[in-house]
């Protein structure tokens, strides 16, 4: 089976559709599959173009086009450099060699018609990975008017693409719930969650994790928010927490990572000269072990009414390094759901400070009943959401919509069935 991966960020990116797309390429090719990576030459938010147009890792071919010409620079900015993903992703896709399926994921935001066209013109069958769903993204988080003709149009768009797609796959209940609310085909639907790898993170001791040294953190109890601050995120609630606790010498903050609420998140800790936090850009995945390990505490946040749009997938890397995380937004969030599900976290809601700090100095008090917390999130990731489990779910599927296998699946069966 030939199958193209079509997302703007691929490996070395740091984003995290980029490594779960390295994760499910890598799991293909181990089992005999050919893998394609159509991609952008660009780190995700820089300028410029600093990959190779040509790379084969892991086994996966891969193929970078474009660049990207303003970064972040803004929302015009944005769509001219998607513009110009669009029409050079869409080149290679439906001029080069042909495929059996082509996964499409959400960045840019409806590159998904890229996939329709192909399916249309050259017979490749077509799945819809959703991570996001626009419009319904902006408009929740106020940058686009609900019943504006901007928001109807691409709502359009994107029913249209749900529609066609041969499968579409959602990462949670409730985003699930969404997109069979547009009128999607159920048989069409399947829920894949994200997912974490217990071998690639495991928890360090915090007498050998070197970043606490580097970030002077000594002994102190950690809450870090590590990953994207992206506009579906709440950051004001972890920031007025962390100014609450600036006295409390036993308690540290740790915001790493990037996206466009950082420089938020950088000028509130910097204005109020808020000594108790450490500000530190996205670390390598070669080291995720290590900075997810330096926390007591992890945050995680979803603005109320994101929920069902997007689905943060930090949880996992968390449950990973057998840390409790602390979830604000609305329970009927799916990372709500299943922190009450394997008792390894708690909720609060959006704004809610007083119940945010005072469950951080619970914990800080009796780390005894954090650790408890974060030996469930490890259990838990083993039992339901582990790497391996997850993209064998994958591979299930593209063979099922493509009726292909691979050689080595097939000889397999055979020699079990003759068994």
């Known amino acids: 089976m030939r199958v193209l991966l079509l997302n703007q960020v691929f490996y070395p990116d740091v984003a995290a559709t980029a490594q779960h797309a390295h994760d499910l390429a890598r799991h293909l090719t181990s089992q005999g599959h050919q893998v394609t990576a159509v991609a952008s030459r660009s780190l995700y938010g820089q300028k410029g173009a600093s990959l190779p147009a040509r790379e084969t890792v892991d086994g996966i071919e891969i193929r970078r086009v474009g660049k990207s010409l303003f970064g972040k620079a803004g929302i015009v900015a944005r769509i001219a450099d998607f513009a110009l993903f669009y029409l050079a992703a869409g080149r290679v896709v439906l001029f080069g060699p042909k495929q059996d399926v082509v996964v499409c994921f959400t960045t840019p935001p409806f590159i998904a018609l890229v996939g329709w066209l192909t399916r ?15 419009p319904d993204l902006p408009v929740a988080c106020g940058v686009m008017k609900p019943k504006g003709l901007a ?13 066609r797609a041969d499968r579409t796959v959602v990462l949670g209940r409730c985003m699930e719930e969404r997109v069979l609310s547009k ?5 069409h639907v399947r829920r894949i969650g994200v997912w974490s790898d217990q071998s690639e993170v495991a928890p360090i001791p915090r007498d050998e994790n070197p970043y606490r040294p580097q970030w002077d953190l000594g002994d102190r109890f950690v809450v870090m928010y590590s990953g ?4 579906g995120h709440d950051v004001d609630t972890m920031c007025a927490a962390a100014e609450r606790l600036k006295d409390d010498d036993r308690i540290r903050f740790v915001f790493a990572g990037g996206g466009k609420k950082k420089a938020i998140v950088e000028a509130f ?3 109020r000269n808020l000594t108790n936090c450490v500000l530190a850009p996205y670390q390598p995945r070669e080291k995720l072990d290590q900075s997810l390990s330096v926390a007591d505490l992890h945050l995680a946040s979803l603005l109320e009414g994101v929920e069902g749009i997007m689905v943060p997938c930090k949880l996992f890397g968390i449950m990973a390094a057998g840390r409790p995380c602390a979830f604000i937004g609305h329970p009927t969030s799916e990372l709500s759901r299943v922190l009450a599900e394997h008792d390894c976290g708690f909720t609060v809601r959006q704004g809610d400070v007083d119940a945010l700090v005072e469950h951080i100095t619970r914990l800080a008090d009796d780390r005894a009943e954090a650790q408890r917390l974060g030996d469930n999130a490890r259990r ?3 039992e339901a959401y582990d790497r391996t489990a997850a993209c064998e779910r994958w ?3 593209l063979e099922d919509v493509t009726g292909m296998r691979a050689p080595e699946a097939s000889t397999s069966a055979t020699a079990t069935n003759a068994q």
């Open 120 to 134: 249309l013109l050259r017979g490749t069958k077509f799945v819809y990975w959703v991570m996001d769903l626009y």
């Open 395 to 397: 591979r299930e599927l």
């Open 151 to 163: 928001t109807r149009f691409f709502e359009a768009v994107n029913r249209f693409c749900l529609r």
């Open 380 to 382: 838990a990731l083993a």
């Open 183 to 187: 009128g999607v085909d159920g048989a």
């Open 269 to 271: 800790v910097n204005e």
């Open 228 to 231: 994207n601050f992206g506009l």
